[in-house]
């Protein structure tokens, strides 16, 4: 059974500082991991999509890597602003499912 | 551009109660999905429709049910509803069954048993 882990739970910077939130799966065959971020009683949006045959994807000041063979994944937000706090949460689409497994979260505040 | 719409956004029933939770994904997407959030949870994978078949199947009670319909939006039935069913339910839709392809994610309808 799939099972995706985010460490820390809780994280707080300084706004303008860079950061990087962790990911890992203990299943490696995936079809691709989707990092999401929900605000407070809000839906999800989603942020990035790596394909399992991608190395990282990059949008914006965000930057995601996929290594696979370890089960792992981070997410590089460059120059953190106030408006990126949020929650962020990694899932993975497992070979042969339509579903995906969701890490537990990261909950970000940046301090202004 | 169009996103992901659900109706109600929220809803408040009795235990014992029946909801229907509505789910119109982007146009042109074949593929819906459930997920139930329940609080301070990571969202749950229910059940998916792919071309209005079921094609995956999570963790979702019996007392529940769902169907794709030929205009591709999905209804979720709920009936018996207990206190635990109190979440956030999502729909999600995507573009082909293949598995390579984005989940986009709606606003979500909140629902409280009491």
């Known amino acids: 059974k799939q099972e995706v882990t985010q460490i820390p739970a809780a994280l707080s910077v300084p706004e303008g500082e860079n950061l990087v939130l962790n990911c890992s799966f203990t299943d490696s065959a995936i079809y691709n991991l989707q990092w999401f971020r929900q605000d407070p009683g809000k839906g999800l949006t989603s942020l990035l999509l790596i394909q399992s045959s991608q190395r990282e994807q990059t949008s914006g000041r965000l930057n995601a890597s996929l290594d696979k063979s370890s089960g792992r994944s981070t997410l590089y937000i460059a120059a953190s602003q106030p408006g990126d706090s949020a929650t962020y949460l990694c899932?993975?689409?497992?070979?042969?499912?339509?579903?995906?497994?969701f890490g537990t979260g990261t909950r970000l505040t940046i301090i202004p | 551009a169009a996103g992901v719409i659900q109706s109600p956004r929220h809803l408040i029933k009795e235990k014992r109660e029946t909801a229907t939770l509505k789910c119109y994904p982007i146009p042109r997407h074949d593929t819906v999905y459930w997920y139930q959030q329940g609080p301070g949870q990571d969202p749950q994978f229910l059940i998916s429709f792919y071309e209005k078949m079921q094609s995956d199947k999570g963790s979702i009670p019996d007392r529940f049910s769902a169907q794709q319909f030929s205009d591709y939006h999905s209804e979720l039935n709920m009936s018996s509803l207990e206190l635990g069913d109190s979440a956030l339910y999502f729909c999600?839709?995507?573009f082909g069954g293949g598995g390579e392809e984005t989940q986009y994610f709606g606003p979500g309808t909140r629902l409280l048993v009491l």
């Open positions: 999600a839709s995507s």
């Open positions: 899932a993975v689409k497992a070979a042969g499912n339509e579903k995906l497994t």
